[in-house]
């Protein structure tokens, strides 16, 4: 079955994923390209092959030739728009986080339960990626013991403009929120947060340093600099009992030139996951295909998770204190 997918949002994501589902994902079709401006929407389609662009997600959404939606708009519309895909009753992968209010994400896993299926894939697409797919499989096969903890860094190359700590909290650190939560099979019950003193207050995007405390005893602490000037950096090392697991930025080469060797960084996300990416889409057009949810992707419930641990990271930043972190009981339909 080819599955005709409406993308919405024509930004940097949206043409991203557009050009992944055009390119590399068989048995997608890129039937619309959605976003407020008609000119960004129709260079997206122009440069993917999409058979018709839109100004109008909702009307998008709806339409008789479109099967499934991939909502890579602004933040605060994710949400809104997947409870319209849920009530069209088509699957949608939805770029994270699904809302950075929990109340808002409590909304979707509520129109999902009145549903009866689950039909949201949230794009934590970490969980695809093969380093940390490798660094789960390591501790299942119980290479490195009893895990006890995880240690994060998360550096992209620059802030935009309106780059605030309280974002590398809602925005960044929700990728290892979730992926450190995937890999220790755990939730959290508290979270620490701190900001080093010298650094300069007037630059936008000062870094973050958290401290979690999970359900199964574990510390996790994540580094989000998101003005690491030298490039996009991703690292993480898992510590168990008996060993460690780290894992490594994929690079094709090193160039060795006077006296020195030398490795490429990416300078943003994409390059980086772009397996990842790929993978996670292919996963989504199957899951449209068969009616299967993919059994390593993150769905509402745990887009809510992530969201309830950002804002009382949010919270600890505030006030300087440690905060516990309580969520609802899993529904059902995500156990
Ligand atoms: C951005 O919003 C993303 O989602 C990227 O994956 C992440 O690496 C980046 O730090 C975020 O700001």
Known sequence: MTVRIAIIGAGIMGADHARILAQDVPGAVLQVVCDASQDRARAVADACSAADVSTDPLATISRDDVDAVLIASPDDTHAPLARAAIAAGKPVLCEKPLSQSPEDCLSVIEAETAHGQRLVQLGFMRRFDPSYREMKDALLR?????????????????????????????????????????????????????????????????????????????????????????????????????????????????????????????????????????????????????????DIASDAWDGYCATVVAAAGVKALESGQRILISHIGKPKLYA
Not at 197 to 220: C, H
Not at 261 to 280: G, K, M, T, V
């Open 142 to 294: 119980g290479l490195i013991g009893k895990p006890i903890m995880m240690h994060n860094f998360h550096r992209n190359v620059e802030a935009l403009p309106n780059f605030t700590g309280k974002m590398a909290i809602t925005n960044s650190a929700p990728h290892e929120f979730d992926v450190a939560r995937f890999i220790l099979d755990t939730d959290y019950r508290a979270i620490s947060v701190f900001q080093p003193s010298a650094i300069n207050t007037a630059k936008a995007g000062a870094p973050v340093f958290m401290v979690l405390e999970t359900d199964g005893g574990q510390l996790v602490n994540i580094e989000i600099n998101n003005n690491a000037a030298y490039g996009y950096d991703v690292r993480g090392e898992l510590v168990g009992e008996s060993g460690s697991v780290e894992i490594n930025t994929p690079v094709h080469t090193r160039v060795n030139s006077a006296m020195t060797a030398s490795e490429r960084y990416a300078p943003d996300w994409r390059p980086r996951f772009a397996e990842a990416y790929r993978l996670q889409n292919i996963a989504f057009v199957r899951f449209v295909q068969t009616g299967i949810f993919p």
